[in-house]
């Protein structure tokens, strides 16, 4: 079975700084996906990012990119020049890439508070 | 546009009774899911349904049940054997045959045991 473990519950960062939200993950699969949802304040979540373990180049989307360590199971994002929009909830899951679709295992989530 | 709709957004229930909670998607994708979010454990998965008339259990299945007769339609029944069951219920779908990994999410219903 996965794990996925986010150890911080909650962060905080000024608007236009740049902050890192870590996540870890425990696995026996040698392909699989690995993702960052935000689920803002009582809004639906979304997709933020996306990285395929088999790439070694890591995932960038706009200000929002990873740090994908496979070796140390570790897959942080960083989020550049905050905005108080990205006040949300963040999700670190895990996918095994196979057939039997795509069940991701969550992480608990960081709550991100960008401040003005 | 295209989506997933969850309804209703808000229910409560008094102890003993059965709800359902509907999930409708017209993203033509072929599997459909339910999670649970509580404070502090992030997202479980209840059930899912990878086809129609089809579904297996996730991690958390114990006193819930689901039907998928329709593509479109995967509802989740909370029963009076689910403990616990004051929680927020996510719906999602994904086009797993795309082999992408991403799920789309409804925007979630809030059940309440009174």
């Known amino acids: 079975a996965q794990t996925v473990t986010q150890s911080q519950p909650e962060m905080s960062v000024q608007e236009a700084e740049t902050v890192t939200l870590s996540c870890t993950y425990d696995?026996?699969?040698?392909?699989?996906?690995l993702f960052w949802y935000k689920q803002p304040p009582s809004r639906q979540m979304i997709l933020v990012i996306r990285q395929e373990a088999y790439k070694q180049q890591n995932a960038t989307e706009n200000r929002f990119s990873v740090n994908f360590q496979k070796a140390a199971k570790s897959f942080s994002l960083k989020i550049s020049d905050s905005q108080l929009g990205d006040t949300a909830m963040y999700f670190c899951a895990f996918s095994p890439a196979k057939s039997s679709g795509d069940k991701l295992t969550f992480g608990t989530g960081t709550r991100l508070a960008v401040r003005p | 546009d295209g989506g997933i709709t969850q309804s209703p957004k808000y229910l409560f229930r008094k102890e003993g009774q059965n709800v359902t909670l509907s999930c409708e998607q017209n993203l033509n994708h072929d599997a459909m899911y339910w999670y649970r979010q509580d404070p502090g454990q992030g997202l479980r998965l209840i059930y899912y349904?990878?086809?129609?008339?089809?579904?297996q259990k996730g991690d958390i299945a114990e006193g819930y049940s689901v039907s998928r007769e329709k593509k479109e339609s995967f509802p989740l029944t909370v029963t009076s054997a689910q403990k616990n069951p004051t929680a927020f219920y996510l719906c999602?779908?994904?086009?797993?045959?795309?082999?992408?990994?991403?799920?789309?999410f409804g925007e979630g219903s809030r059940l309440t045991v009174l």
């Open positions: 349904s990878q086809i129609v008339n089809d579904f």
């Open positions: 999602a779908s994904s086009n797993y045959k795309g082999k992408t990994g991403e799920l789309f």
């Open positions: 696995t026996s699969e040698s392909n699989y996906y």
